[in-house]
């Protein structure tokens, strides 16, 4: 084999060489993710410029980049918390949370990679804790899980808010009652509903017989009226037009002008 020229080594191990120093100085960061930059000669984490962004990039080989996920992430958790009577309620709850990409740098320096142990679970446990001692089984069983949902939110938006984190939301999943107490509130609650439809009946009841009393009542007043206005000459009055109506009238027909017990004219058809 013909040996190569003296000057085609040396370049060959020089671009060699090249093309390691090249790779231990760059790194590539995904879509949806930010590097904090580590000068080993230098001052350490990089916090007076922003974030490495997404991309190929080249570094000196002596420094690192440490590369954080910025995207909404979820943190699923189920925790045992006391309720205000120091029953043991069993919540399952997730929050949905980024790092704020312009503070990663301090978020690495100050809390480090393993954050979400170090910070967030140990928020969400506490402020759910804290929410859920301030109910009693029956109401977070009932109307108040939209409400233990919302103050779990705030109280662990405060604590994420100084730590370098965004909280965008914390959903309430499950929450679990002991046995015992489930089936007694469920009772509790039945007996409650069969008292309302009970009190609703006896109210509808109620009303339809005021209603039939005012009837009753309006009736009576108005026959009242009535026996009152009808004096005997009134009567004979009513009794005389009738009897010149039906004179008139083309029907065959017997008419004999008197007067009854009553005094009113006796009208006798031809039937």
């Known amino acids: ?161 100084r730590q370098f984190i965004q909280l965008n939301e914390v959903l309430v999943r499950d929450v679990t009652l002991p046995p015992a107490i489930k089936d007694a509130i469920e009772r509790k609650l039945r007996q409650e509903q069969e008292a309302l439809e009970y009190e609703f009946r006896l109210e509808k009841a109620t009303k339809e017989a005021e209603k039939v009393r005012i009837e009753a009542q309006g009736k009576a007043d108005a026959n009242a009226i009535l026996s009152a206005s009808l004096t005997d000459k009134v009567l004979q009055d009513k009794g005389i037009d009738a009897t010149l109506k039906l004179a008139n009238s083309q029907n065959a027909k017997v008419i004999v002008v008197g007067s009854g017990d009553s005094g009113l004219p006796l009208i006798l058809g031809n039937n």
Do not use: C
């Open 1 to 161: 084999m013909e040996k190569l020229p003296k000057i085609t080594v040396p370049v060959i191990v020089g671009f060699i060489l090249l093309i390691i120093v090249i790779a231990k100085s760059s790194v590539t960061i995904g879509s949806g993710h930010a590097g904090v930059l580590y000068q080993t000669f230098g001052n350490g984490v990089v916090t007076d410029k922003p974030p490495l962004g997404e991309g190929f990039h080249i570094i000196a080989p002596w420094n690192k980049v440490f590369v954080y996920e910025i995207r909404q992430q979820e943190l699923s958790e189920k925790m045992q918390v006391l309720s205000s009577n120091g029953l043991e309620i069993k919540l399952d709850a997730s929050a949905w949370y980024q790092p704020i990409r312009g503070d990663i740098a301090k978020l690495h320096q100050e809390k480090g990679e393993n954050y979400l142990q170090r910070v967030i679970q140990p928020a969400i446990r506490s402020a759910a804790r804290s929410v859920v001692g301030r109910y009693t089984p029956e109401q977070l069983y009932s109307s108040k899980r939209d409400a233990i949902q919302e103050e779990i939110f705030e109280e662990t938006k405060k604590i994420l808010d």
